[in-house]
């Protein structure tokens, strides 16, 4: 369908990169020499790789590229490859020849592991990387995961964060289910800088096991077939589908947003 899309090109003619805004991506990790990631990375400037020290004293050891919060060290690989295939479409470097061009052609990209091989985590855990994104100077959260059951902490994790100036980026969820009537968290939090995004498909309409609810999901964007950085090697793509892929859409622009309009809060 004509005009399926993001409108990147129109949106690239004023602002295509973000080089000084840190995406904070809450996953299953990344496959940190990709050949079209590694260039995007965030490194802690304040960590000395390879020395099993913690060295800027935030609690993780050689934290360099991100954290692994079920360690507590800097062991981000990714072992399910919803992380990495979710950096590709945030921030995937282009003009570089090689494989998909992200939303944001540069930008920071931070990488926070809690999620295992199988796509499971604890909400502690999320919380805890939630804590580290805004200690560590994160501008935009991505949160491609949800659970039903209310969390005070979560809440609590996501309101530090928007007192920091930060944006939390949400995937509404995958069960076809309106989120008005079955509250699915973290999209459902009732906070000013969580934005809850559906998906769509090639025909601008609403992918059928996409989440969706008038009150509590704020749009939608490309989540079908997405083809994007895969793991198991440095040149590996594929494509995925999820209200996820959609939430690393919104959250890429979300850095053109903020490269644009530094002085920008999540308020305004």
Known sequence: ????????????????????????????????????????????????????????????????????????????????????HLAGILGAVTDNGK????????????????????????????VACIDYARLMGAHVINASWVTTEPSTALELAVASAREAGMVFVAGAGNDGQDNDRAPFYPPNLPLDNVIAVAATDAQDRLWSRSNFGAANVDLAAPGVNIHSTFFIADNNYAAMTGSSQAAAFVSGAAALVRAAYPAATPRR
């Open 1 to 84: 369908m004509p005009d399926a899309d993001i409108d990147a090109p129109e949106a690239w003619d004023l602002q295509s990169r973000a080089p000084n805004v840190v995406v904070a991506l809450i996953d299953s990790g990344i496959w940190r020499t990709h050949e079209d990631l590694a260039a995007n990375l965030w490194v802690n400037p304040g960590e000395t790789p390879g020395n099993n020290l913690d060295d800027d004293g935030n609690g993780y050891v050689d934290d360099v590229y991100g954290v692994n919060v079920t360690t507590g060290t800097g062991a981000i690989g990714d072992s399910a490859g919803h992380g990495t």
């Open 99 to 126: 494989g998909v061009a992200g939303v944001a052609w540069q930008v920071q990209i931070m990488t926070c592991r809690f999620l295992d091989s199988a796509g499971q985590g604890a909400i502690s855990d999320a």
